[in-house]
């Protein structure tokens, strides 16, 4: 889990350094993280014992992959190229919180006092951090939607999390990352053929080839590999406290590279959110 969160918190500034480059679109970067993973899971597959997985539970792991990866990457890479990164990060830490709310909606999960003052906590956060995006020194063409599609991200992964959270323990993690991959690729492919064919591969930099390098194997496939491990070991408030690593990570980066710039309100914005997950993260959980 710890492996994963760091990848996802360098994930931010090395996606708005591709994109800010010209070269690949949101889309682009969406379908490269996507059919580039989906392809490593494939070869990967070939090397260990195959799993015979019935029609029904393919279509179930086909809607796993539309919440769990194309809309949540989909949202999240677009949100990314309009907002910062830094505050694309902060924002991912609000995904235990829906997780939460969800649980409670759709699963009869009671709110105790602490999760709810941990879900007014980072909900003004979060609100504040949308309301001062314009701070930052490269915050996009319009922070405020891209704050909102990382918002989007993360609801439609705790969407995912809610509802396939017994699911997944049923195949192995590289079964299910293969069809998750494949069927969010499938539906992907037909709207992107053109922006791929028309995109100047030759033009890329040297960093900015790297970047993409880092984004596909090391911030999807492997990452993946760590979190869904991490998933079936560890407890879910557990799961959710690591979320901490990522704008840490995240903003540190962007401050060394120069993409943020500190501000009182993103400090509290900051403070409000990682004491609104951690109230979620230490409240009792319903007694199965």
């Not at 799993?51 to 990314?80: H, R, S, T, W």
């Not at 709207?191 to 880092?214: D, K, R, Y």
């Amino acid at each position: 889990m710890l492996a994963a969160n760091t990848m996802w918190g360098l994930m931010a500034p090395a996606v708005k350094y591709v994109i800010a480059g010209g070269v690949i679109s949101s889309l682009v970067m969406t379908d490269l993280r996507i059919i580039g993973a989906a392809v490593l899971f494939w070869i990967t597959s070939l090397f260990l014992p195959s799993e015979k997985v019935p029609l029904k539970d393919k279509a179930l792991m086909a809607g796993a992959g539309m919440l769990g990866i194309l809309f949540n990457q989909g949202c999240y890479v677009f949100g990314v190229g309009l907002t910062s990164p830094g505050d694309a990060s902060i924002i991912t830490t609000t995904m235990p919180m829906w997780v939460m709310i969800l649980a409670w909606l759709l699963l009869g999960e009671p709110i105790t006092m602490k999760k709810a003052g941990g879900i007014a906590l980072g909900a003004c956060g979060a609100l504040i951090l949308v309301l001062s995006a314009t701070q930052s020194k490269v915050s996009g063409n319009d922070p405020i939607v891209g704050d909102i599609l990382v918002l989007c991200a993360q609801m439609s992964y705790a969407l995912y999390l809610t509802f396939y959270r017994n699911f997944i323990k049923k195949y192995s993690l590289v079964t299910l990352m293969k069809w998750m991959f494949t069927s969010a690729a499938i539906v992907i492919i037909p709207f992107s053929i053109n922006p791929l064919s028309h995109t100047q591969w030759s033009l890329l930099t040297g960093a900015e080839t790297a970047s993409v390098c880092f984004v596909v194997f090391f911030s999807t496939y492997i990452a993946y590999i760590c979190i869904m491990t991490g998933q079936k070991q560890l407890r879910p408030t557990l799961v959710g406290m690591y979320n901490y690593f990522q704008p840490i990570v995240a903003t540190g980066v962007a401050f060394y590279l120069g993409l943020e710039t500190f501000s009182l309100w993103k400090a509290l914005a900051v403070a409000l959110i990682f004491t609104g997950v951690y109230l979620v993260a230490i409240s009792k959980a319903k007694t199965s």
